[in-house]
């Protein structure tokens, strides 16, 4: 349990960092926290005294959007290095109440909300899906907790559904028996318990014959793709399979739209794991949406700050939040709708939304539920 | 400082849906998911908190079956030292409880005995105050803040209407802890699976010498769901609808 702290100089690679800077300047909340990833960087290498280091608030306001790692020339583990100093505080059980919770929920309910685990699939109730365990299929549609359990995001897990009936696409669900994935989890440093809800989901999906998986969430893709151990199933996010079923021509989408839409790319879906293209593909065939791109975009896309355990984080930042930032970029370019395909993107802008009284002037969409809207 | 905190498993309801036996004298339980009573477990990290404070030794009990194991690893998991379980009897009269727990206490030594202030799910809230009785020790409930001077806790309780009472309490006592008094650590799954190595006491009735002669006081006859009150008025639809009729209630009420 005990962490050496010099483990730490090897494991992320930190004496290779040339303190050059970029992971700084590319961080979407150096403005709106003490967060300084360079200096983070050199003082946990040069630390004797690492306990008092890793009590700084402001470790938390990462969003492990990514941005850092990925753009270092030398590649340090920047995030892999929030990841570890949360996990050492986690092992001693010093860190924020609002974590706490959300962890030991996790733990309890399989949902960091803390959710009735029994309710978990209520939102497909008169839906007509299919669920393991009573019917079989290959392919497991993988809800996710807030796409489960939130009423704004079921919204996505509800139009999901009706695309793929419409397009006659063969899935179940896990219902109930469905736990939450753990990339947040393990992004708020409890690696223990990521690796038993691995182990978990891993055995589950194996037991109920699952020979591809879709994910709602860029979050869960992330998890299932890149940090479970021994899945060796194939793993797609929806907005791969809706670009397939349309230029498939399985989705026939007739009803015009009269919108003009920008497109959002979450962390984990573009810059983490380099889907980008599926996502613009889907809007650009949407009948009457007129599609406009950010300047930020792709790789330069915004964190919208919902990552890295932040949905459940209180404070540790302050000013404007990037979602107000984000929709600001939206209205100016003169988009009435700003698509997303992340449930926390959706959740962030929501809220941004409101609080920045942009409300009347731009509405906050999944691309589910466009492509959902335009088959009439 | 020698400290025994008494705990109890408790099902978590709040968010459940809740149904009736068909015996009607309790509620359905195989759907639920169970945790340490949110009480006890403020009494758990007080007690943990004095022992870094006053050296010593944290004693969890509980009464209960097989699956109450798990509660008792996390208390070893949250810094208890020993864990004692005793299988006896699933019963939600407080009275025998007390007796059962005085008996198995009776001839430890201790400085300090800590209970939650009532259990999540039956909320008698008595365990703590007949434990003292029986035991005639000096008792304190809905205890918010302790301080340790000599043989002496100087407490204090939380009363109605935001009043708080100063008690100075001879030691050996009972005290009821209110959740609050602390801030909880997080219990990582890591400190659950080093704890689960650890040994946990298991004793029958007999051999604590509890002799089950003695009359129950209170079995439950019934269970059932409060008739529903004229006052209140759940709203239904979206959460879209809902907001607006919420809207259109305050501002008639507003006038």
């Known amino acids: 349990m005990k962490i050496d702290p010099k483990t730490f100089v090897h494991d992320y690679q930190l004496n290779i960092c040339i303190q050059c800077g970029t992971c700084t300047g590319g961080c979407p909340v150096k403005f709106r926290s003490p967060l300084n990833m360079r200096r983070l960087v050199r003082e946990t290498y040069l630390t004797d005294n690492f306990s008092s280091l890793s009590k700084r608030a402001e470790l938390w306001a990462c969003t492990t959007c990514s941005t850092c790692s990925l753009r270092c020339p030398s590649g340090v583990k920047n995030v892999e290095l929030i990841m570890g100093i949360r996990n050492f505080l986690a092992n001693k059980g010093e860190i924020p109440s609002t974590i706490r919770d959300a962890l030991e929920n996790t733990l309890l309910q399989g949902n960091p909300w803390g959710r009735f685990r029994d309710r978990r699939a209520d939102w497909a109730k008169d839906l007509g899906v299919k669920i393991f365990g009573e019917e079989t299929s290959e392919t497991l549609l993988y809800v996710g907790c807030a796409p489960s359990y939130d009423p704004r995001v079921q919204s996505v897990s509800t139009a999901l559904v009706r695309i793929f009936q419409k397009a006659g696409v063969d899935f179940a669900i896990l219902g109930k028996k469905e736990s939450c994935c753990g990339n947040e989890i393990r992004r708020m440093g409890e690696q223990a318990l990521f690796k038993k809800l691995a182990k978990d989901n891993t055995a589950l999906f194996k037991k109920s014959g699952v020979k591809r998986i879709i994910t709602l969430s860029p979050h869960c893709f992330n998890a299932f793709k890149n940090e479970y151990p021994d899945l060796n199933i194939p793993v797609q996010h929806y907005t791969q399979v809706l670009a397939d079923l349309i230029g498939g021509g399985k989705l026939h989408l007739s009803k015009g739209l009269g919108i003009s839409a920008t497109y959002h790319d979450p962390c984990f879906l573009g810059k983490q794991n380099k889907v980008f293209d599926e996502p613009r593909k889907i809007l650009a065939s949407l009948p009457g949406c007129d599609f406009i791109e950010m300047e930020r975009s792709r790789e330069r896309s915004l964190c919208c700050e919902g990552g890295g355990g932040r949905m459940w984080a209180e404070g540790g930042t302050e000013g404007k939040r990037n979602g107000e930032i984000r929709i600001r970029e939206a209205v100016a370019l003169g988009a009435k709708t700003l698509a997303t395909a992340c449930p926390f993107c959706l959740l962030t802008f929501e809220d941004s939304v409101k609080t920045s009284g942009l409300a009347e002037q731009i509405v906050i969409k999944d691309i589910a539920e466009l492509v959902v809207e335009t088959m009439g | ?255």
């Open chain 2, 1 to 255: 400082m020698n400290i025994i905190v008494c705990v109890k498993r408790i099902p978590k309801t709040a968010e459940a849906d809740i149904l009736i036996e068909k015996d009607g004298k309790d509620i359905k339980r195989d759907h639920l998911v169970f945790a340490l009573n949110d009480w006890d477990g403020y009494a758990v990290r007080e007690a943990v908190l004095l022992k870094e404070k006053f050296e010593g030794e944290v004693t969890v009990i509980t009464i209960g079956p097989e699956e109450s194991k798990e509660v008792l690893t996390r208390c070893l998991a949250m810094g208890a030292d020993r864990a004692v379980r005793i299988e006896g009897p699933s019963s939600s009269d407080g009275h025998l409880i007390a007796r059962i727990l005085a008996q198995a206490i009776k001839g430890q030594s201790f400085d300090l005995i800590l209970t939650g202030v009532q259990a999540e799910d039956d909320g008698w809230g008595q365990v703590g105050v007949a434990l003292a009785q029986i035991l005639g020790l000096p008792h304190a409930s809905i205890v918010t803040h302790i301080e340790i001077e000599r043989d002496k806790a100087k407490v204090r309780r939380e009363l109605e209407g935001g009043i708080e009472e100063l008690l100075e309490v001879k030691l050996p006592a009972v005290l009821t802890i209110q959740t609050g008094i602390n801030e909880p650590k997080y219990v990582s799954l890591s400190a659950i699976l080093d704890a689960e190595d650890k040994e946990t006491k298991e004793v029958g009735m007999e051999e604590i010498g509890f002799s089950s002669k003695g009359p129950l006081d209170a079995t439950i006859d019934q269970v059932s769901f409060p008739p529903t009150g004229k006052m209140a008025e759940i709203l239904k639809g979206s959460p879209e609808e809902v907001v607006g009729q919420l809207t259109e209630i305050i501002k008639k009420k507003k006038g």
